[in-house]
């Protein structure tokens, strides 16, 4: 299911903002899968998305939408509970 309350802030991430993000949580072998992919679709991305449609591991897949939500819910001061 993908994520509702996405932290504004990370939806007007540019792809290069993505890349950076995906950098930075260890991730940075998937930024040319992410080379389109903007904060707005990020905040959208499920893991079938990741998957199936962009080739992403299973386990690298799980990694970024944690690192994702937990991002969000952080920024955005609410439990990740209220984001699903």
């Not at 080379?35 to 080739?55: K, W």
């Not at 690192?67 to 955005?76: N, P, Q, V």
């Amino acid at each position: 299911m993908p994520i509702r309350c996405c932290w504004p802030q990370v939806a007007a991430w540019t792809a290069d903002e993505v890349c950076k993000w995906l950098s930075a949580i260890g991730l940075h072998n998937h930024a040319s899968i992410f080379s389109d992919t903007d904060g707005a679709l990020l905040c959208t991305l499920t893991l079938e998305d990741l998957c199936e449609d962009m080739h992403v591991p299973h386990l690298d897949a799980i990694a970024i939408l944690r690192h994702r939500d937990h991002l969000i819910a952080r920024k955005a001061g609410v439990g990740l509970e209220a984001c699903h």
